[in-house]
């Protein structure tokens, strides 16, 4: 297996639609992605604004819907439908998957993917074509427990994940909790509580990552 972690710096995205984001917010951790095609992906993300700044203008940026605000115990956490073509590439490219949280951080970005090395250096050169990062760093891996997987219990994860495959965090919502908890043959209310810890863990480890 091989990791590479890729860096656009803010110079290197000065000419770029991505440069909007640094006029709206200072942060940026996209938390996950809940669905992946061609045209878009699904995310969660936790942004910090700039001073003056606010969800509306996030939304306002050509390349970003914003769907769905959590509820007020996960903050500013929301579910946005991401159209740019970068998170696309990234996303949808063959046997790759980009390791979550990615950050963007006071004007610059950085994606860090694990794939099979052939797909790797198709990304990178990809890249390098699409969008020049400033930085690239490739290395080999052993086999690890997943950083995201191992920051919850093992009920916290299978409901969780359980809600993802089937399209909870959609909008509308492809599927609800009572037949997640049907799936499972436990209580409505007690994936609900697995549910909400897990969506909870998740965010803490997210900040953790920054």
């Known amino acids: 297996m091989r990791e590479v972690s890729v860096t656009w710096t803010r110079d290197s995205l000065a000419e770029t639609d991505l440069s909007l984001l640094d006029d709206v917010l200072e942060q940026l951790t996209f938390v996950a992605n809940l669905?992946?095609?061609?045209?878009?992906?699904?995310?969660?993300?936790?942004?910090v604004y700039r001073e003056g700044k606010s969800v509306d203008d996030l939304n306002e940026l050509p390349y970003i819907d914003v769907e769905q605000r959590l509820?007020?115990?996960?903050?500013?956490?929301?579910?946005?439908?991401?159209?740019?073509?970068?998170?696309?590439?990234?996303?949808?490219?063959?046997?790759?998957?980009?390791?979550?949280?990615?950050?963007y951080i006071d004007g610059g970005l950085t994606l860090t993917l694990r794939g099979i090395p052939k797909a790797i250096s198709n990304f990178v050169k990809?890249?390098?074509?699409?969008l020049a990062p400033a930085e690239i760093r490739v290395s080999d891996v052993?086999?690890?427990?997943?950083?995201?997987?191992a920051a919850l219990t093992a009920r916290q994860f299978e409901c969780y994940s359980l809600a993802l495959k089937h399209g909870?965090?959609?909008?509308?919502?492809?599927?609800?909790?009572q037949a997640l908890a049907d799936i499972l043959e436990i209580a409505r209310s007690t994936f609900q509580e697995h549910l909400q810890s897990a969506e909870q863990?998740?965010?803490?480890w997210a900040g953790d990552q920054v």
């Open 201 to 204: 863990a998740v965010l803490l």
């Open 126 to 130: 990809l890249s390098k074509v699409f």
């Open 35 to 47: 669905l992946i095609t061609p045209e878009g992906v699904r995310q969660i993300i936790i942004p």
């Open 168 to 177: 909870y965090y959609q909008q509308p919502k492809a599927i609800t909790m």
């Open 71 to 103: 509820s007020e115990r996960e903050s500013e956490a929301i579910v946005v439908w991401n159209t740019h073509a970068l998170v696309c590439l990234a996303s949808t490219t063959e046997n790759i998957h980009v390791i979550p949280p990615a950050e």
């Open 142 to 149: 052993r086999s690890q427990e997943n950083g995201l997987q």
